[in-house]
Nanobody
Framework: VQLQASGGGLVQAGGSLRLSCAAS??????YGWFRQAPGKEREFVAT????????YYTDSVKGRFTIFRDNRNNTLYLQMNSLKPEDTAVYYC?????????????????????WGQGTEVTVSS
C-alpha cells in the first residue's frame, strides 16, 4: 500500500492550491488529510468515505476546502481555496480500511493505518 502526496507550494493569502495523493495497493473504507504546522500538534483537516458522499471537515476549513477522489485513477484530492497564513503546514494524506461513521473516530490520527509522506504548503500574508 502506498500513498504519494504532491501539490504543495508557496501561495499568497487568498489563493488556491490542489493537493493530490496517488493511492495504490488496495481500496479503502475512508481517506483524509491531516496537517502539522511548525511547532504545533498534528491536526485533522478533512475525511471522506471511499465511495464519497460523507465528507467531514474541521471547522477552520469548512467552506474553503473540498475533499474528493477521482475514481478513474484512485487519486485523492484536497482543493484548498481562500487560503490563509494559518493554513501553512505540512499536509499528509491518510487512509484506512475501516469506514468509520462516528465523528470521534474520524478526527483521530490513530484511526488511519496508512500515511503519505507529506507535502508542504506555505501561505504568505
Amino acid at each position: 500500500v502506498q500513498l504519494q502526496a504532491s501539490g504543495g507550494g508557496l501561495v499568497q493569502a487568498g489563493g488556491s492550491l490542489r493537493l493530490s495523493c496517488a493511492a495504490s495497493g488496495r481500496t479503502f473504507g475512508r481517506y483524509g488529510w491531516f496537517r502539522q504546522a511548525p511547532g504545533k500538534e498534528r491536526e485533522f483537516v478533512a475525511t471522506n468515505t471511499w465511495r464519497g458522499g460523507s465528507a467531514y471537515y474541521t471547522d477552520s476549513v469548512k467552506g474553503r476546502f473540498t475533499i474528493f477522489r477521482d475514481n478513474r485513477n484512485n487519486t485523492l484530492y484536497l482543493q484548498m481555496n481562500s487560503l490563509k497564513p494559518e493554513d501553512t503546514a505540512v499536509y499528509y494524506c491518510v487512509a484506512t480500511g475501516r469506514a468509520y461513521t462516528q465523528t470521534y473516530f474520524l478526527t483521530l490520527s490513530s484511526s488511519y493505518d496508512y500515511w503519505g509522506q507529506g507535502t508542504e504548503v506555505t501561505v504568505s500574508s
